[in-house]
């Protein structure tokens, strides 16, 4: 069946495109297009074409069986020359997401006409690339130089209404996309036709304004090269003409093309589409999310329950007693609110968020529950009190979860009637914002249980990952090898600044030591000293010895740093190099890249070990815990990447 096909409505052609799953670019694609050119242009009865896709989404982009190999012809910058020099005038009619390239053939077009629920975008950076079919260029002639600067360099969709605002879309419509476009190409032949977007003018920007951008945009890529050598092709745009502008971009676009970072990218792009829908579980399918009950309002149960409202699921929220129910609600409330300070939420957007969330001091609440996350202290006797409760009230086939990060689950499952229907879901926090979801099953769990469990992932648009059951699971076990290796620096003589400044180099937004001030020494202080008191050999850190002097952290005033009150810039510490002088032996000496390094190998080491034992399913799942979980830098492509790499 040919991917393109043509139909007429009077003197309107309709093109219509159908390469499924997502009418990726293919090459026959692509020849497809071009040919359909060709004929309509020869059919004097054509007066304006629709260009239209079947399926759930106009062009998605590029094909990504196609990633890495030698393009083949009609290439897509030509194709989109063509569409835009046809003798009779294109009308793009996009649903679903027009994307990358897909927005690329969207602007060859005289119009673009979406429905009110598609979106558009560049996201060429995040796979370490620049659009290299004219979005660099084209983009800014039709929606200005600063709207295609932040619509190019971070690489986020918007939404057709927005994209309406900013000129990118020409009509947003509703109902038969179909119908509104071919009445909009027909109203359109009454009307002069705008000029191409190639022949548009564009406006220089104020003085100033690039030196800006370019600050801005290197503060937040921390070594991503591909956002910065987007600006300087939207920049060309300005200054030089189409033509010139179109060779800089395919210039920059074929050179990352082949680059480390666009391969590390791309191997990140495809252990997140992979990650969601393990193989072993593609013909289970998982148990009914309707209903979902959350047990702790503190941080991270209030934050679970934001993220489950944020997928529009219902949630019902136990507390110990009514004050603590309050508390939760505000909690939520505030997450709540500050959507609509940062601009993601509407103000009645989050009152509905907090209205769909019930609260209760009574487990009886959970009863008619389909799934129910218990989110309390970091105790096993506390959650396996609240497991008994729930063994009591809730329904015998409900799924329930625990949120613990560290202690063994099998141990909170055993008060469990039918521990087959029981798992861990470890949350990161703030649970709302964090993408990663560590799934860890129990041997009892059953597979219908486990398939549920990343169920919710998608649903909640979450990075699930199946972790085994080991001390800290897949993360936390890193990061505890992570922290001691970058103590065993600091005993060997080098300065606990020189090893953050060297991770901040590599492109991590802090190093370990001020990550530890922010989040508080004392979580994983308490936490050895548990395991103290169960009689394990934990040998003393430094981090002991500076909780023990009463140094927790930015909490305190002072962690592994001083700070001064309201504010968070880390300070080197005179008390520090006191306390931990006789841990210190002077004279070691590394350059940052030497340090990153060597931090980055005790990252893998541990990986490959925790894959070894079966812990983690594969490297790219543990590369993924460490990117969406605990900062690795994206372009990097995680520990086991880098590793393999080097």
């Known amino acids: 069946m040919p991917v393109v096909t043509i139909a007429r409505e009077g003197e309107i052609a309709v093109v219509t495109v159908d390469n499924p799953p997502v009418n990726a670019l293919s090459q026959a694609l692509r020849q497809g297009l071009w040919d359909a050119v060709d004929?309509?242009?020869?059919?004097?009865?054509?007066?304006?074409?629709?260009?239209?896709?079947?399926?759930?989404?106009?062009?998605?982009?590029?094909?990504?069986?196609?990633?890495?190999?030698?393009?083949?012809?009609?290439?897509?910058p030509d194709l989109v020359d063509h569409i835009e020099s046809a003798a009779t005038p294109w009308v793009a009619a996009i649903h679903g997401s027009a994307l990358g390239g897909g927005f690329e053939v969207a602007l060859g077009c005289r119009f673009r006409v979406a429905l009110d629920s598609a979106s558009v975008g560049l996201p060429?950076?995040?796979?370490?690339?620049?659009?290299?079919?004219?979005?660099?260029?084209?983009?800014?002639?039709?929606?200005?130089?600063?709207?295609a600067v932040d619509l190019v360099t971070t690489g986020r969709p918007v939404k057709a209404p927005k994209a309406r605002e900013l000129g990118l879309i020409d009509a947003v419509v509703t109902g038969e996309l179909r119908a509104a476009a071919v009445d909009f190409a027909r109203a359109a032949l009454d009307r002069p036709l705008p000029p191409p977007v190639s022949q548009r003018?564009?406006?220089?920007?104020?003085?100033?304004?690039?030196?800006?951008?370019?600050?801005?945009i290197a503060r937040r890529a921390r070594g991503d090269a591909a956002p910065l050598r987007a600006l300087a092709c939207l920049r060309k745009a300005a200054e030089a003409p189409f033509a010139e502008a179109m060779a800089f971009e395919r210039a920059t676009f074929l050179d990352l093309r082949g680059s480390d970072q666009a391969q590390a990218l791309r191997a990140v792009f495809f252990a997140e589409r992979a990650a969601p829908r393990?193989?072993?579980l593609r013909d289970i399918a998982p148990l009914p999310l309707a209903r979902i009950g959350v047990v702790g309002g503190g941080t991270m149960g209030a934050g679970i329950a934001a993220a489950l409202r944020d997928a529009g699921l219902p949630v019902v929220l136990v507390e110990r007693d009514d004050e603590a129910v309050a508390r939760g609600i505000a909690n939520l409330q505030r997450i709540f609110e500050g959507g609509v300070k940062r601009g993601k939420l509407a103000p009645d957007q989050a009152a509905a968020r907090l209205a769909g969330v019930t609260g209760s001091t009574d487990y009886a609440?959970?009863?008619?529950?389909?799934?129910?996350?218990e989110a309390v202290f970091e105790e096993i006797g506390v959650k396996r009190a609240v497991f008994e409760e729930l063994g009591r009230h809730c329904r015998p086939d409900a799924v329930l979860a625990t949120n613990t990060s560290y202690l063994d689950p099998r141990l909170i499952a055993d008060v469990v009637p039918d521990p087959g229907r029981f798992i861990g879901l470890h949350f990161f926090s703030p649970a709302n914002v964090m993408r990663l979801l560590e799934i860890v099953p129990i041997p009892e769990t059953r597979p219908e249980v486990l398939a549920?469990?990343?169920?919710?992932?998608?649903?909640?648009?979450?990075?699930?990952?199946?972790?085994?059951i080991?001390?800290?699971?897949?993360?936390?076990?890193?990061?505890?090898?992570?922290?001691?290796?970058?103590?065993?620096?600091?005993?060997?003589?080098?300065?606990?600044?020189?090893?953050?400044?060297?991770?901040?180099?590599?492109?991590?937004?802090?190093?370990?030591?001020?990550?530890?001030?922010?989040?508080?020494?004392?979580?994983?202080?308490?936490?050895?000293?548990?395991?103290?008191?169960?009689?394990?050999?934990?040998?003393?850190?430094?981090?002991?010895?500076?909780?023990?002097?009463?140094?927790?952290?930015?909490?305190?005033?002072g962690g592994w740093y001083d700070y001064q009150p309201g504010d968070r810039t880390p300070h080197p510490s005179a008390e520090v190099a006191g306390l931990l002088a006789g841990q210190i032996t002077?004279?070691?000496?590394?350059?940052?890249?030497?340090?990153?390094?060597?931090?980055?190998?005790?990252?893998?080491?541990?990986?490959?070990?925790?894959?070894?034992?079966?812990?983690?399913?594969?490297?790219?799942?543990?590369?993924?815990?460490?990117?969406?979980?605990?900062?690795?830098?994206?372009?990097?492509?995680?520990?086991?990447?880098a590793a393999r790499k080097g």
């Open 39 to 76: 004929a309509l242009d020869a059919d004097p009865g054509v007066r304006a074409v629709v260009l239209i896709c079947a399926g759930r989404t106009f062009i998605a982009g590029a094909d990504v069986s196609e990633f890495g190999k030698p393009p083949q012809p009609p290439h897509l």
């Open 124 to 147: 060429e950076v995040t796979l370490g690339i620049v659009p290299g079919a004219s979005g660099t260029v084209r983009t800014p002639r039709i929606a200005g130089i600063a709207a």
């Open 201 to 216: 003018e564009l406006t220089p920007p104020e003085p100033g304004f690039w030196d800006e951008r370019e600050a801005a």
């Open 278 to 280: 393990p193989a072993a």
């Open 365 to 373: 609440a959970l009863a008619d529950m389909d799934l129910v996350i």
């Open 452 to 468: 549920t469990g990343f169920a919710l992932g998608r649903a909640l648009g979450k990075i699930p990952v199946q972790a085994g």
């Open 470 to 557: 080991c001390e800290g699971f897949i993360g936390n076990r890193i990061l505890k090898r992570y922290r001691a290796a970058a103590e065993d620096l600091v005993r060997r003589g080098i300065a606990i600044a020189e090893v953050d400044a060297a991770m901040r180099g590599y492109g991590f937004a802090m190093g370990p030591f001020e990550a530890q001030d922010l989040g508080g020494l004392d979580i994983a202080f308490l936490q050895r000293e548990g395991a103290r008191a169960e009689g394990r050999d934990v040998p003393e850190t430094l981090g002991d010895i500076l909780v023990r002097a009463g140094r927790k952290g930015q909490k305190t005033g």
């Open 586 to 641: 002077p004279g070691e000496a590394m350059d940052r890249p030497a340090i990153a390094e060597h931090l980055v190998a005790q990252m893998a080491a541990e990986g490959e070990a925790i894959q070894a034992e079966g812990i983690a399913q594969s490297p790219s799942d543990i590369d993924l815990v460490e990117i969406h979980g605990y900062g690795f830098p994206r372009w990097r492509g995680g520990p086991m990447f």
